[in-house]
């Protein structure tokens, strides 16, 4: 897994994770007791279900900055069983509760984040799945929660309202950890509205240019947009891209 920025941006990503829980806050509270039983972009999930997995993502993340700042093994989640089971048992709630669940695990969380050590950030934990990574790396997993799954909500806040900064740090992250992957495709992405290319597979000839607006490659990438508004040259259907 790329890894583009180290511990010296800690305060920095704090700051970014404050605004995208906020912009998370104003679309959850805005949600009614029925719009949280309809349908979000996840096969399977309400928007209950995805509101309630952020807040168990905070709780989940926060065990590994305790695991770093007290050097104790601390879990992510005790098994992929629990937190399957914690979702579904909190996806019925009131709207009400589901907002509040997610602004308080999101403040415990940011309280942790501020209360590790200095000479902490660089600790070695693990989470549910993936490679072990450096506690500061936390910090970006969390981010990317809350602005992807802040989309998947179907609530008003699409790919297009993703920070720019968000979208290239995103883009040279997925594609850095791409490189080595042989079931990627060789191929180099064009972001046209900033111009930068993404080389997907830098070590094979790439064959193949995939042009649109930055959010819509990081969708696409993302399995959140089929590809439909990207612009392949050659002409032709994309290529798929192995599951983020």
């Known amino acids: 897994m790329s890894q583009s920025a180290g511990e010296h941006s800690v305060d920095l990503t704090i700051g970014r994770i404050d605004d995208a829980v906020d912009r998370l806050l104003a679309t959850a509270s805005a949600l009614t007791d029925a719009q949280v039983r309809e349908a979000s972009l996840l096969p399977g999930w309400s928007r209950g279900h995805v509101l309630t997995h952020i807040a168990r993502n905070a709780d989940g993340l926060r065990n590994l900055l305790i695991w770093a700042a007290t050097g104790t093994k601390t879990p992510q989640y005790p098994s992929r069983e629990v937190r399957d089971a914690q979702i579904e048992a909190g ?12 602004e308080r ?11 590790v050590p200095d000479d902490a950030w660089t600790s070695e934990v693990q989470g549910l799945r993936g490679a072990p990574h450096p506690a500061w790396f936390t910090l970006h997993r969390r981010l990317v929660e809350v602005e992807v ?15 720019g900064w968000f979208v290239a740090e995103q883009l040279d992250r997925i594609s850095g950890g791409l490189a080595a992957n042989p079931e990627a495709p060789a191929a180099v992405l064009k972001d046209t509205g900033t111009g930068r290319k993404y080389f997907l597979r830098p070590d094979a000839a ?9 959010y819509l490659l ?15 040259d050659p002409a032709g259907p994309l290529p798929g891209v192995p599951p983020y």
Do not use: N, T
């Not at 996806?91 to 907002?99: F, I, W, Y």
């Not at 799954?149 to 920070?163: K, Q």
């Not at 590809?227 to 392949?232: E, I, K, M, S, V």
């Open 206 to 214: 790439a064959e193949l240019e995939i042009a649109g607006p930055g």
């Open 149 to 163: 799954h802040h989309a998947d909500l179907a609530a008003g806040y699409r790919p297009g309202d993703w920070p």
């Open 91 to 102: 996806a019925g709630r009131p709207a009400s509760e589901l907002a509040a669940d997610v």
């Open 218 to 232: 990081l969708a696409w990438l993302l399995g959140r947009d089929d590809g439909a508004d990207l612009a392949a």
């Open 105 to 115: 695990s999101a403040i415990e969380f940011m309280a942790e984040a501020r209360a």
